[in-house]
């Protein structure tokens, strides 16, 4: 049986290492991704010196059960493994794992750093199309593309999107191969749109290469990522009016619970960690209603509490506000024109019923990762999509799927044979895009597809011995 993995960051190559370990001879892996960052992916394959982890490296093991294995594998010291490392880092520690894992494997294991940009059915197998014009059939493949390419940015003018005081993607490259953020000017006026992680990131290097001018960041809710603790808080246990709300699936009262919790307990951190492990569960009884109200009303606010930031860069945050060098802002990019030399944009904010003009030097777009399948851009998911291998969330959170993690076709009918792991199944799972659940879902799917081949090479030897038979 050969297994093609299709997307080489944190997500495949979890899954890759899983197989490699637990596949015997006969199965072949094949792993396909993107050569820049093959086998560490864009969230740390692109990661600058600056940019830290937002998890303390003593949990960010890549395994299900060895949580330890990133600290160990750094041999750090008691103290050091409750920090916030590099993503550099930890883009090297996922890409030796995977090469050790290749070496110690019973299975075929083969790396392939080529974008897949087609995946067509041929007979009961698929046909994987690659960037370089070769093509290989496979009998399981599984899309671990990772989050999707941002939304163009609504309001861009045309002259403006392809100028470079237009930055689309903080950390692409441009022609001349510098990357597009070092060519602002330190005394240039920056406009970020997105108030998130990567705004964070954006802004940590740009204070690193000494920039002076004006910064702006923009968003729906001017809402910026809470900071962890300097040490980690001990774990709490949930109330019973909590487990009560998430057995029922209300939402509603889940949040009324939450709040009333909020006050109580040593810090509010405590109470969000103990609900991941609900969180996914709870998700699936939710109804499309009960989605659709958190996505509009509480979503903003769950991701600046959920995903939040290592303590020196919300340090570093908070002294850029303090003397006025970064201001957040709360409303809407309406338009962005290029004119004479510069930017000019109609902003309106939050609670205001006029826009106002304004002028910058330089727009960057820092909104974060996407799953809308339904609008984006990347090649092999709207191959997949207008093929009818795949259909998409009506909510924009990824593709439809099985509780198996198999892709549901445009009938929804189940794909056999065609999985997905990552960022595409959040409209099943919603809490399925950072390390802990996603080495949990590693292994689960692992065990699945080696219990599909030990069945199939069980049948084939029942045939065999009765055809044997006198």
């Known amino acids: 049986m050969r297994i093609s993995i299709i997307g080489a960051g944190f997500s495949g190559c979890a899954l890759a290492t899983e197989l490699a370990r637990a596949a015997p001879a006969g199965v072949d892996i094949q792993l396909v991704g993107v050569a820049d960052t093959f086998g560490r992916g864009v969230a740390y394959g692109e990661a600058r010196p600056e940019h830290l982890l937002n998890v303390r490296a003593r949990d960010l093991g890549a395994t299900a059960d060895h949580p330890g294995e990133f600290a160990d594998w750094l041999n750090l010291t008691e103290r050091a493994r409750t920090s916030f490392l590099p993503r550099l880092v930890y883009g090297e520690y996922l890409h030796s794992r ?54 163009p940015l609504p309001g861009i003018g045309p002259r403006l999107a392809v100028h470079p005081s237009y930055i689309a993607w903080p950390w692409q490259n441009g022609l001349d191969g510098v990357g597009a953020i070092d060519h602002i000017a330190t005394h240039q006026r920056v406009l970020i749109i997105g108030t998130g992680l990567t705004m964070a990131d954006v802004v940590a290097t740009l204070h690193r290469r000494g920039h002076r001018g004006p910064i702006t960041a923009l968003s729906r ?69 009960q989605r659709a109200q958190f996505l509009r009303h509480l979503r903003s606010h769950w991701e600046v509490l959920r995903h939040r930031l290592a303590p020196p860069l919300s340090r570093e945050l908070e002294e850029l506000r303090t003397r006025g060098r970064l201001r957040v802002r709360a409303g809407r990019l309406l338009r962005a024109r290029r004119i004479n030399d510069a930017v000019e944009v109609l902003i309106r904010e939050r609670g205001f019923a006029h826009a106002s003009r304004e002028e910058f030097d330089v727009v960057v777009r820092a909104t974060g990762f996407d799953t809308d399948v339904d609008r984006t851009s990347h090649p092999l998911v709207s191959q997949l999509r207008d093929s009818g291998l795949i259909s998409a969330d009506p909510l924009g959170l990824g593709i439809e799927a099985s509780p198996r993690f198999e892709a549901l076709d445009r009938n929804g009918l189940p794909v056999r044979g065609l999985y997905a792991l990552g960022p595409l199944l959040r409209a099943q799972l919603w809490e399925i895009t950072a390390v802990p659940e996603l080495r949990v879902a590693a292994r689960t799917l692992a065990r699945q597809l080696l219990d599909q081949e030990r069945r199939a090479s069980a049948d084939v030897l029942r045939g065999m011995e009765a055809l044997a038979r006198p």
């Open 98 to 151: 995977l090469q050790a894992a290749a070496q110690l494997s019973l299975a075929a294991f083969n790396r392939i750093p080529q974008e897949a940009i087609a995946i067509e059915r041929d007979g009961r197998d698929f046909r994987v199309h690659l960037a370089d014009g070769s093509d290989f059939l496979s009998d399981r493949v599984v899309l671990t593309v990772g989050a999707l390419p941002p939304q």
């Open 221 to 289: 809710h001017g809402l910026l990522p809470q900071p962890h603790t300097e040490e980690p808080a001990a774990p709490i246990a949930l109330p019973p009016t909590v487990l009560q709300a998430i057995g029922a699936h209300d939402l509603r009262q889940l949040v009324r619970a939450l709040r009333a919790l909020t006050p109580i307990v040593p810090d509010w951190r405590c109470l969000v960690d103990a609900l991941r492990p609900y969180l996914q569960n709870f998700w699936r009884g939710l109804s499309s209603t």
